[in-house]
DNA sequence: CCCAGAAAACTGATACGACAGTTTGTACTG
DNA sequence: CAGTACAAACTGTCGTATCAGTTTTCTGGG
């Protein structure tokens, strides 16, 4: 699931990949430091690809780095995931707009398929009590649908917009061990049926309702977290212990 | 104008923006051998911090390299500058839309002030001729006028992705010393009238027809250079000739 | 003259070592 | 016991050297 791809097998790639793979299954969680010489020694490499590939992370958003000071997986603030959605918006209501102007047949009949298993597995989050990191598994089946949305739109640059502000959630989960409410039945097959049958128009904001509704919820729960004692947003320092952590 | 900033006095730092700066004021052409020998020859510094700065230059889209064979200034192909467009439109229009929801009254004055001054520039371009660097620095006063835009909107993560996609294009004016056309009298001014005065439905249409107005005078132009024999998009290889110039 | 193949000159990738700044832990002072 | 100064251990940063892959150039045959 990496967002920036450069399929050399060299070292920094490597190194990128898995670091960033760790972060996004939830075994990195944010806050955690990475130091260069560590992460050399765990890699069996120098720290120079290291670094590199750490650079890459600071460029996507997925870790922090102060100047000669440490790096470490970045914890979000609640105006960064606020803004999140409000870019989220901007981008997935105009992919939706290129959906319905430029999708195939086939391109809707896959959406609508994917769809109907994405509300078959909220369903049975439902019923069943669920972790963060079950969500976050959800969330990513969740990410599946966007994209085929924003690749049925034929512009790549749109995409990979809409992929690397997905990947940003994935953090934010971890962080906050959030889990989203419970959706209306059927939410994202009535979503997937309005983009392919409606105007461009139509399927616009229909997507707009959808984002809204998920970014409403995402507020009123910072709200709850940053009112009762900042919960888990702001964690300490946590010395370096790492392991095995991104194997 | 570079469009990540550390405020490091390091060496890398110091490269980037160098660079960065070459590249956006068309010292450096699309197409350009960077050498980090060459490049940290003329800085006075070693590879490594140099790799440091094409790598987060190759990031932003500006540079690109072939793994064992050298960077360049990158030549963006048409499609990508057509899906540039197509992504701006998403960013901008949203923009707007906040702009209308949000932005003070200090925040609209500022506006309408820097559209008028806008138009001038524009105007006097139309009598005088001008070269395509000339015309960039007209289109880096455009900029401002839309990042006002955006950081009325009060989305950080919106103006940067905006600041982001509008970089891109500086790049593209070099490659094809491209000349837009000459816009009606006044026109600036009157979509800031519309994001001050109108609904934020009305600006987001407004800025959308901006948008696609640019847009489709792109695409038009790059029917015509890639119909007559490629025009200026695919330059040869260019022998490193790496002089003065970066300073 | 043209074209293949070898060699030379380039390229980035990585390792290692030295260095300077930051953080942390501790011992000493009030 | 609180506060401060100091030292140790960490951090990223950068320079130099080496290596392997790519590109260009040169060379020799047709």
């Known amino acids: 699931m990496p967002v920036s791809k450069r399929q050399n097998a060299d070292f920094a790639d490597s190194a990128y990949r898995r670091l960033c793979d760790a972060i996004l299954d939830g075994r990195l969680t944010p806050g955690t430091p990475l130091s260069r010489r560590v992460l050399a ?3 069996g490499m120098s720290t120079v690809p290291v670094g590199e590939a750490l650079l890459r992370l600071e460029a996507e958003g997925l870790v922090e780095s102060r100047p000669r000071a440490g790096s470490r997986v970045r914890i979000p603030t609640a105006s960064e995931i606020q803004g999140n959605y409000e ?3 901007a981008l997935e209501t105009h992919s939706a707009r290129l959906f319905a102007e430029r999708a ?11 769809a109907e298993k994405l ?5 049975r989050m439902e019923r069943k009590s669920y972790s963060a990191v079950r969500h976050a ?3 990513r089946q969740h990410m599946r649908f966007h994209m ?3 690749e049925a ?6 995409a990979s917009a809409i992929e690397r502000s997905r990947v940003l959630l994935f953090n934010w989960l971890f962080t906050m061990s959030a889990e989203f409410g419970v959706l209306p039945e059927g939410w994202h097959s009535m979503l997937a049926r309005k983009l392919a049958d409606g105007s461009p128009r139509e399927a616009a904001e229909a997507m707009r309702v959808h984002v809204r509704y998920r970014k409403d919820e995402v507020i ?3 709200a709850q977290l940053t009112g009762s004692g900042a919960g888990r947003m702001a964690r300490g320092p946590q010395r370096h212990r790492n392991g095995d952590s991104a194997k």
């Open 41 to 43: 020694a765990e890699f």
């Open 87 to 89: 870019l989220r918006e």
């Open 137 to 139: 598994l959800a969330e």
């Open 153 to 158: 739109g034929r512009c790549a640059e749109l």
């Open 220 to 222: 009123e729960k910072l």
């Open 148 to 150: 085929l949305i924003a």
């Open 119 to 123: 509300d078959a597995i909220f369903a």
């Open 104 to 114: 195939t047949e086939s391109d809707r009949k896959r959406l609508l398929a994917t």
